[in-house]
């Protein structure tokens, strides 16, 4: 089965903490993996993708095919980090996207 | 760049209506792509379509739902009949290349339109 799991619906943490979105693959492929990031009253839009290995906003992924995993991690998070966090991943030979269900992260001040 | 337009951004309809949903491209993309968003789940693909093509409608459900990206104009995803089950939220994004082709491949998303059945 095709799958995205995001265990953690909602995640709280404080500012200047470390924080740490986690995401799971299911795909018999190799997959190209994305998280999408969706401020709140704006659309969703590219956080970063794992082949690029770039830093973006002091986000980073890393992918790890052992663990199928693809977690977001921040080292201090920042009051303007708060949003919903998707990951996603493209099937190989298609055009489609598959999402997790995403997760709500909240920093508090 | 204006980025993907969609419209309405919300839409009420009684159950037996029909509903259209409208996303123009970003300037210069040729792909467009149809997601739903079911309440606290995440999106799900439903069609990807070129001009006057659909390329891929493994997503769409079997019946009361079609979607068409003319020459001119905007993409349009219809769902006739609506039932209370179809309130969600629609998004639209588009691409200016395909995955695979050489390039970076992003999709880019439009602010969705939410679908309200009473």
């Known amino acids: 089965a095709q799958r995205v799991t995001q265990p953690e619906k909602l995640l709280s943490v404080f500012k200047g903490a470390p924080v740490e979105l986690k995401c799971n693959y299911s795909?018999?492929?190799?997959?190209?993996l994305f998280w999408y990031v969706q401020y709140s009253r704006q659309r969703l839009q590219l956080l970063l993708r794992h082949i690029s290995r770039e830093s973006i906003k002091g986000f980073t992924a890393d992918l790890n095919k052992g663990e199928t995993s693809f977690h977001l991690k921040k080292p201090f998070a920042q009051e303007e980090d708060s949003a919903m966090y998707y990951c996603a991943f493209l099937i190989q030979g298609a055009q489609k996207l598959v999402f997790g269900q995403g997760t709500r992260l909240t920093i508090n001040p | 760049n204006a980025g993907v337009m969609q419209n309405p951004r919300h839409l009420v309809r009684r159950r037996g209506q029909e509903a259209r949903l409208r996303c123009s491209p970003m300037k210069g993309h040729s792909h467009v792509y149809w997601y739903r968003q079911l309440p606290e789940e995440g999106l799900k693909f439903m069609v990807y379509?070129?001009?006057?093509?659909?390329?891929?409608e493994s997503g769409m459900p079997k019946e009361r739902f079609s979607a068409e990206f003319p020459k001119e104009g905007p993409s349009i995803l219809r769902i006739q009949q609506v039932v209370r089950g179809d309130s969600a939220a629609y998004f639209c994004a588009s691409s200016p290349l395909t995955a695979g082709s050489g390039g970076t491949y992003e999709q880019y998303f439009g602010p969705g339109t939410r679908l309200t059945v009473t």
């Open positions: 379509l070129q001009k006057e093509n659909i390329i891929d």
């Open positions: 795909y018999s492929g190799s997959p190209e």
